[in-house]
């Protein structure tokens, strides 16, 4: 089992920038990839951006690019998503996820909890 706790997530107007933490615990060795998902209301959920846990590698979706990070502490088995120039659009809770390196939620087995980012116009 991998747990996965998030924080950073709060109210921030548009423009402005918060940075997730997730920090994993557990059999994090089983796991190739932590990656971020992101879920507004009456939506489904939206790949935001994943990167390899033991080697180089990174994917950032198309409406992320540009504005998003994703970066890793291996000491620290904590991975963090540093998002800037927000937008109201990016409104949604935001998930981590560990599993394998992948764009689709069907490739990640753990999932945290959510943290909601809410960004005002």
């Known amino acids: 089992q991998v747990q996965l706790v998030e924080s950073g997530g709060g109210l921030v107007q548009a423009g402005g920038s918060l940075r997730l933490s997730c920090a994993a615990s557990?059999?994090?060795?089983?796991?190739?990839?932590m990656g971020w998902f992101r879920q507004a209301p009456g939506k489904e959920r939206e790949f935001v951006a994943t990167?390899?846990?033991?080697?180089?590698?990174?994917i950032i979706a198309d409406s992320a690019k540009g504005r998003f990070t994703i970066s890793r502490d291996n000491a620290k088995n904590t991975v963090y998503l540093q998002m800037n120039s927000l937008e109201p659009e990016d409104t949604a809770v935001y998930y981590c996820?560990?599993?394998?390196?992948?764009?689709?939620?069907?490739?990640?087995?753990?999932w945290g909890q959510g943290t909601q980012v809410t960004v005002s116009s």
């Open positions: 996820s560990a599993g394998s390196f992948s764009r689709q939620a069907s490739g990640y087995k753990y």
């Open positions: 557990g059999r994090t060795l089983s796991v190739s990839a």
């Open positions: 990167i390899r846990w033991g080697a180089v590698g990174r």
